[in-house]
């Protein structure tokens, strides 16, 4: 391999290292830091990275060679600590040494074959749901009912998922039916605490990570990129509220 395709090559990693990263929620310093670490391995002498929330831009040049920049969309965006954890793990052995460069693209490109599985993940939705009710002071009951919502917000996620909604409908929709499989549950079965499900149930789908991640970028003086994952924070938000509401409303639990 001739430097030019080494360059090419590392570049290309980089930029993969960097939008898994900040697909998977990572702040938008880290993103940065990490993409520059790894062109710092070239040893040329500028190595640059711009990070948004929906794309990277990424320079390789010196007078030795032409310069090299690549773009990347982000066009998704999900939380996963685990990627990012990997991702990082990766860097640091590429950036020690311990990695040649292919192998780091390799490992890169192979990352989202180690995740966790649609089923883990569905019941992990389920057992949060469930374990939240009992937090929550709720009763075995309705820790088993949050749970049923649980499933039900899972197999939503994978129903919107199939036809690619946006983000904002995905979380309405899940918001009704967690709302109306609660009224309804707490209207058949008795003795449960709807409110106490419809709360538990919420859970999965609240944007907590979002929203700690948009204060760390505004406190690295990164406000563009934190103020908009803050709003974007703020319209799932609202998306549940309203879901939440229609859901009550249509299943008799809220009377206009």
């Known amino acids: 391999m001739d430097k030019k395709e080494e360059y090419k090559l590392l570049i290309d ?26 062109l710092a391995v070239s040893r040329l002498k500028t190595g640059e990275s711009y990070v948004t929330n929906t794309g990277i831009m990424v320079n390789l040049d010196d007078p030795s060679v032409d310069s090299m920049t690549v773009i990347r969309r982000i066009s998704s965006r999900n939380m996963d600590l685990n990627m990012i954890s990997l991702v990082n ?15 780091a ?31 929550f002071g709720g009763g075995f009951r309705d820790a088993i009912t949050a749970g049923v919502d649980g499933a039900l917000i899972a197999l939503m996620l994978r129903f919107s998922k199939r036809l690619r909604l946006n983000g904002f409908i995905e979380t309405v929709l899940c918001s009704v039916v967690l709302a109306a499989g609660a009224v309804l549950m707490a209207e058949t079965f008795g003795h ?4 106490k499900v419809i709360i538990s149930a919420i859970m999965p789908i609240v944007p907590g990570a979002a929203f700690t991640t948009a204060i760390r970028d505004i406190l690295q003086g990164d406000y563009v990129a934190g103020g908009a994952k803050a709003l974007e924070a703020f319209v799932k938000v ?3 509220v309203v879901g939440v509401g229609l859901g009550m409303i249509c299943t008799g639990g809220v009377r206009l």
């Open 13 to 38: 990693t980089a930029t993969l290292a960097g939008k898994l990263m900040l697909e998977n929620g990572a702040e938008i310093y880290r993103v940065e830091d990490t993409i520059r670490r790894m």
């Open 89 to 103: 793990n990766i860097s640091r052995e590429f950036c020690a040494g311990n990695m040649d460069l292919k192998e």
């Open 105 to 135: 693209f390799h490992e890169l490109k192979h990352l989202d074959g180690r995740q966790y599985s649609k089923l883990m993940i569905d019941l992990s939705i389920v057992g949060v749901a469930g374990f939240f009710a009992l937090v």
């Open 192 to 195: 449960i605490s709807s409110d």
């Open 238 to 240: 609202a998306a549940i």
